[in-house]
């Protein structure tokens, strides 16, 4: 499915040691962060150890992710703090778009967005433009999934991340696949191909920099 895209692309080459030790590693983390939390008093802390959580647990537990991000909300409007309830919002809408209700995952997303959009945290603003995205396209809906793609194409070309930029070449590519538009899915993926090649070859000038 194409919400699996970047994780696809991301895992391809790993098997089964390396997800087994992941998952090992997974745990760890959320073990820790629950230790953190009993440990920590202060509400706004809590709220961003509980979004963490939540992050860590949406594909483990996407139940207990939803309840760990709603904790944070709650702790994050006691101390007014509202990046951290944006924060809470987006991990809730992945933990959502795990168990498949596109719907709620939806609705967090927009309620993240909301908020980011009135700060100057470009990065998760074209995060959040791109899981809605990612929804829009699970759904079907290919026209409100391009204007998200797009969206958050423009945004990323302000930023120095190449490969966002690629990432989201390759999606646009790939929607543009799922409708037989083989010119423009090629335009695309020639795109996503060069900014990896220009970052590849950026990190390969800085290693012989370094070692002169």
């Known amino acids: 499915m194409i919400r699996k895209i970047t994780l696809l692309l991301s895992f391809f080459f790993l098997f089964s040691i390396t997800q087994v030790y992941s998952q090992s590693t997974n745990y760890k983390t959320i073990d820790s962060l629950k230790l953190a939390i009993k440990n920590t008093k202060n ?3 809590k709220a961003i150890l509980l979004t963490r959580l939540s992050s860590y647990s949406g594909y483990i537990d996407s139940d207990e992710a939803i309840n760990y991000a709603n904790t944070a909300i709650l702790y994050a409007q006691e101390d007014n703090d509202p990046m951290i309830i944006a924060d809470a919002y987006s991990s809730m809408g992945i933990a959502y778009e795990v168990k498949s209700d596109y719907v709620s995952s939806l609705n967090n997303f927009y309620k993240a967005l909301a ?32 204007i998200f793609y797009n969206k958050a194409l423009k945004l990323s070309y302000k930023t120095s991340e190449k490969r966002i930029i690629s990432l989201l070449s390759n999606n646009i590519g790939d929607v543009y696949l799922q409708q037989k538009e083989y010119n423009k899915a090629l335009n695309y993926f020639y795109k996503a191909l060069l900014r990896s090649i220009i970052q590849s070859r950026v990190r390969s000038l800085r290693l012989q920099c370094a070692t002169i």
Not at 116 to 121: A, M, R, V
Not at 126 to 145: A, E, P, T
Request: net charge positive; proline share 0%; charged share 25%.
């Open 115 to 146: 908020i980011y959009e009135t700060s100057s945290d470009t990065k998760k603003i074209i995060r959040v433009y791109n899981n809605i995205g990612l929804i829009y396209i699970d759904l079907k809906n290919y026209k409100q999934g391009l």
């Open 43 to 45: 509400n706004s802390k």
